[in-house]
């Protein structure tokens, strides 16, 4: 899909004005919900109310809407603002998306959304935190296969990896009985911290019980206003 340039200076909860949503973002989020699906409508309020939107209420909207869980709705935005002059990929960004979009079992829209995210690799930062985010949420919905294409990904873009990102991988994979994928890791951490890998076992219980809540404690991290 080729993207031009604009240059321009199962949890439904209501609408907030607040510091996050503006009266133009509330109106054209509201426009957006009652047009119908995959219609011209809907098309019709992203271009004649959204893309004449700041950067602040673009995001505004696109995370509200994924605070809804109108993971589509979201998509739709986040297509449109990815056409801006000002926008820049960001893995945490990608984190959220993925996150809805598990949520509500779109798991073809994850694909999606994780090859765009590849395909990205010259503009993205190195932020071990965002990657760290992404990691936890696809292993949370046992996406392993995509978690370590994200673990390859952040190699190739010299994003170096933490012991958070260790913590992660060896407890989801060793819970997954995935001892071989496990130990490979293992010694990938063996690069960076030679054979002090203690490390690893330190609040394991912890890290394990925070992948089998997180689906749970989902709701918690869209609190936006």
């Known amino acids: 899909m080729r993207i031009t340039m604009r240059d321009r200076g199962k949890n439904r909860k209501p609408l907030q004005k607040g510091r996050n949503l503006s009266i133009e973002a509330i109106q054209t989020i509201q426009a957006l919900k009652r047009a119908p699906k995959f219609s011209d409508k809907?098309?019709?309020?992203i271009h004649s109310k959204f893309t004449r939107l700041l950067k602040f209420d673009m995001m505004a909207i696109l995370r509200e809407l994924l605070r809804q869980d109108h993971s589509l709705l979201a998509l739709m935005v986040f297509a449109e603002i990815q056409k801006e002059h000002w926008y820049k990929p960001e893995v945490s960004l990608y984190a959220e998306i993925i996150l809805v979009l598990a949520r509500n079992s779109l798991y073809d829209k994850v694909d999606m959304i994780f090859v765009e995210l590849k395909s990205e690799k010259g503009r993205l930062e190195g932020k071990t935190e965002g990657f760290n985010a992404l990691l936890e949420n696809l292993m949370s919905y046992n996406m392993t296969g995509l978690a370590m294409d994200c673990f390859e990904l952040m190699k190739e873009i010299d994003?170096?990896?933490?012991?958070?990102?260790?913590k992660l991988l060896v407890a989801h994979l060793e819970s997954k009985g995935e001892t071989g994928l496990s130990e490979g890791i293992k010694q990938e951490a063996r690069k960076y911290y030679g054979d002090s890998l203690?490390?690893?076992?330190?609040?394991e219980d912890t890290v394990t019980a925070k992948l089998h809540?997180?689906?749970?404690?989902?709701?918690?991290?869209?609190?936006y206003v």
């Open 42 to 45: 809907q098309q019709q309020v």
């Open 159 to 166: 994003c170096e990896p933490d012991r958070s990102t260790f």
């Open 198 to 203: 203690d490390f690893l076992d330190e609040q």
């Open 213 to 223: 809540s997180s689906i749970e404690s989902a709701d918690c991290r869209f609190g």
